[in-house]
């Protein structure tokens, strides 16, 4: 693996560690998740697309969502696999495999695994989260039982 694979190899660990730590714990770190991401980003999904900054109302979205996260009974979100494209000097695209663990309210547990994509930039060694695709999350969940 060359060094730009390999630094973004580690760049997503640290995503998925930094995700699994804020739904551990009662006060995430927030900077540290939005550190993540840059200025500017697009997500898209089958609902649409949306665009935002990396701002006050990103870091309230992450709180929502990490307390969202807790309360349906997601415990850790883990790496199955990544498959990382060099687009170019300064641009990835990295398909991720996640698998999300959880415990329902009655405690059984199960997990779901998905797909997403992920396109980063790196200036000066710093890798950064300016765009993503992912599927229906909302329509997984349910079909788990989780909302």
């Not at 550190?35 to 309230?60: V, W």
Request: glycine share 6%.
């Amino acid at each position: 693996m060359n060094n730009r694979k390999q630094q973004i190899e580690d760049f997503f660990n640290q995503y998925s560690a930094t995700f699994n730590n804020a739904i551990r714990v009662a006060s995430p770190d927030i900077e540290q998740t939005a550190g993540l991401y840059s200025d500017h980003f697009i997500g898209a999904n089958p609902l649409g697309i949306q665009c935002g900054k990396n701002d006050k109302e990103l870091r309230d979205f992450l709180l929502k969502g990490y307390a969202f996260y807790k309360e349906i009974g997601i415990i850790s979100m883990d790496i199955v696999s990544k498959e990382i494209t060099i687009l170019d000097e300064f641009h990835t695209m990295t398909k991720v495999r996640w698998k999300s663990n959880f415990i329902k309210k009655d405690n059984s547990k199960g997990s779901i695994e998905f797909e997403n994509i992920y396109f980063t930039q790196t200036k000066e060694d710093q890798h950064k989260v300016f765009a993503w695709i992912t599927g229906d999350e909302q329509a997984v969940l349910k079909e788990s039982g989780l909302i």
